[in-house]
């Protein structure tokens, strides 16, 4: 018995080691805001003194352990030692308690609690008519296809940092039609209906309306799709990106990198839409997440993180 003891200690001290080493990480963590509410995008931020090479991953977490958005840490000051991590609370979340956790692997490093604060969204019904019916019901393989290309690029995260500023309003006058997170109910020309959440903000603007970028950033798609017509996507910073739908022309390819007012196209109607609008969305590590919290404030403020860190 006393030899089968021994044995395990010595199987097992690497990995006794291992767990004791990073646990031994004095890790800071900071949160910007700390009451986020349903669909709002926030900021981590992650001072961790020694030195420590693994990637980190910030989740959040509801009170009965449900894992509600998560996205790997970039780098944010490297002479500060500065992570950070956006996320964004979903629109279907259970306002009241919740926790951020540091992640390395399978390792929790650091975890905090936040409060999640409740909204409420309108609800909406929509009819379509045949040719919009078909678009949203009918079976396609291209539409399959754009699909997964879309996908691919919002599950993507990378490294650049294009903006820390406050995003702008991508047309003039914004008049809303639609607003981020209505509960819409569709109508369809055969009886049936469908329900469904809107991802973003609509804009009732006329046909030729330009639409101009949010933000700086690179753009990462740029093409017709079939159910949101010509289509750009531009990435503003690790798992963020700006949709823009509906437009009537495009001015913009994929790869170009652009500055926070430059003009991306013109508002239409093409694709499934009812009238010439332009619909705007963010998604932060693939989650939909409400645009006009993005005009409000810069969702990265590494100044105000980093004193958070110091506190």
Known sequence: MVFKRIR??????????CVW??????????????????GEAFSVG??????YQAQL??????????RLNSAPCFTVEPALAMQAA????????????????????ATLLAERPITILDRLFASEEISLDARNTALRTEA??????????????????????????????PVSPPRRTSFFGDRRIFRYSNGASDRSIHAGIDYGVPTGTP????????????????????????????????????????????????????????????????????????????????PEVFLARPILDKAALFDKLEQ
Request: net charge negative; proline share 4%.
């Open 8 to 17: 395990a200690i010595v199987l097992y001290a690497p990995l006794l080691l």
């Open 21 to 38: 080493s990073v646990s031994a990480q004095n890790v800071k963590l900071a949160v910007m805001p700390e009451t986020p509410r349903l």
């Open 46 to 51: 992650i001072k961790i003194t020694g030195a």
């Open 57 to 66: 991953r910030a989740v959040l977490v509801n009170a009965a352990g449900q």
């Open 86 to 105: 956006i996320l964004s609370v979903p629109s279907t979340a259970q306002a009241g308690t919740a926790r951020i956790q540091i992640e390395s692997g």
């Open 140 to 169: 396609d393989p291209q539409k399959t296809r754009e699909s997964n290309l879309l996908w691919a690029i919002l599950t993507h995260t990378g490294a650049e940092l294009y903006t820390s500023d406050a995003f702008i309003l």
């Open 211 to 290: 639409v101009r970028a949010c933000a700086a950033g690179r753009v990462v798609l740029a093409s017709f799709r079939i159910v949101t017509g010509n289509s750009v996507v531009i990435e503003h910073l690790p798992g963020v990106y700006s949709l823009y739908y509906h437009l009537s022309t495009l001015n913009v390819a994929s790869g170009d990198i652009l500055s926070a007012g430059d003009c991306i196209g013109e508002s239409g109607a093409t694709g499934l839409a009812t009238g010439p609008h332009l619909h705007w969305e963010i998604r932060v590590a693939t989650e939909n997440s409400d």
